[in-house]
């Protein structure tokens, strides 16, 4: 297995953590939702908008991945390095810096998975 895709699978577990933390604080608020509903919420709701990013780097990876010709090794190199650099928490960073610093304070399950994602960088 291509070292992107061990952190692409890292990446997908994590994505989907906070996601189900972020639907239980959405919910909190403004009740239950629908599957289609809380993806409509993804979409358009700028609460839950700080995901964005990471969203993104999974779909790069998958880009890259998918690419004919292979995987080059500059495009490897930068993508984990986007990788790392977005999953360092970071007070004084960007929303997603922030909110994720947030989410790993609060959750151990988001602690779990980025522990992962750090491994298989």
Not at 6 to 22: N, T
């Amino acid at each position: 297995m291509h070292p992107l895709e061990r952190v692409r699978l890292r990446l997908l577990d994590l994505h989907r953590v906070l996601l189900d933390l972020e639907r239980e604080e959405y919910e909190r608020r403004h009740g239950p939702v629908t599957p289609t509903g809380y993806l409509t919420a993804l979409t358009t709701d700028p609460m839950l908008a700080w995901l964005k990013p990471l969203t993104t780097a999974i779909v790069t990876l998958d880009e890259i991945l998918d690419a004919r010709g292979g995987v080059k090794e500059e495009d490897c190199r930068e993508s984990l390095r986007y990788v790392r650099d977005l999953l360092t928490p970071a007070e004084d960073g960007t929303e997603f810096q922030r909110r994720y610093a947030d989410a790993l304070q609060q959750w151990p399950a988001a602690v779990l998975s980025h522990a992962a994602v750090l491994q298989a960088l």
